[in-house]
């Protein structure tokens, strides 16, 4: 069974500050994707970055780098210069990929604040 | 390309009555996927299809749930009868070859309320 756990309900963020969002996950398969998304309160779920397991350098996109440590099955993603615009929900995900199956679990998000 | 369209964007509906939810996915992505999202649950996969298979229906909360894929471009959810603990936000999401490092694209949801 593959597990994601997201234990900040609720984080707050200076303007131009950087942030970190933590996931953890559990899973005894040694193939798999880590995924984070997106969803402001306008509901789409947008999909931010990704990580493979076998991936040796931490994934970066833009603002967005996801720090990747798999012995301690963490996934966190890291937001630098926070701005505004960046308040939303946040969603850790992962996806088993063994055997060409793709469920793909989600984690209860943190959600995100960015003060001014 | 549009994305992936959802209709309706909120439905309303008596208990008892049939919904059907639609959605069109990217054009060229084989892998339909049908999610759920409720405060209490969060995001919770349905179901999902392969080149209009159905491959993992194991998240369908009951018989009252049921999903289509008739042709590549274009996927049903039905409750029928609906019930008030069905209201949530459904998401319909597709991807090529399952995402690989790109993840899935989701649609803008359907929020449905059964009263």
């Known amino acids: 069974a593959q597990k994601i756990t997201q234990t900040q309900p609720g984080m707050f963020v200076q303007e131009k500050e950087a942030v970190t969002l933590d996931c953890t996950y559990d899973t005894s398969d040694q193939s798999y994707g880590l995924f984070w998304y997106k969803q402001p309160s306008s509901g789409e779920m947008i999909f931010l970055i990704y990580?493979?397991?076998?991936?040796?350098q931490n994934a970066t996109e833009g603002r967005y780098s996801l720090n990747f440590q798999k012995a301690r099955k963490s996934a966190n993603l890291v937001i630098s210069a926070s701005q505004l615009g960046d308040s939303a929900m946040y969603f850790c995900a992962m996806r088993l990929n063994s055997g060409g199956y793709q469920k793909v679990t989600f984690g209860i998000g943190t959600k995100l604040q960015v003060i001014p | 390309d549009a994305g992936v369209i959802q209709s309706p964007r909120h439905e309303v509906t008596e208990m008892g009555q049939e919904v059907t939810l639609r959605c069109k996915p990217i054009s060229g992505h084989d892998y339909l996927f049908w999610y759920r999202q409720t405060m209490m649950r969060g995001l919770e996969l349905l179901i999902y299809f392969n080149n209009n298979v159905p491959i993992d229906d194991s998240g369908m909360p009951e018989d009252r749930f049921s999903a289509k894929m008739p042709n590549a471009s274009f996927s049903t959810l039905k409750i029928q009868p609906s019930e008030p603990r069905d209201s949530a936000v459904y998401f319909c999401?597709?991807?090529?070859?399952?995402?690989?490092?790109?993840?899935?694209?989701f649609g803008s949801g359907t929020r449905l309320t059964v009263v």
């Open positions: 990580q493979g397991s076998y991936d040796e």
């Open positions: 999401a597709s991807s090529e070859g399952g995402g690989g490092e790109y993840g899935y694209t």
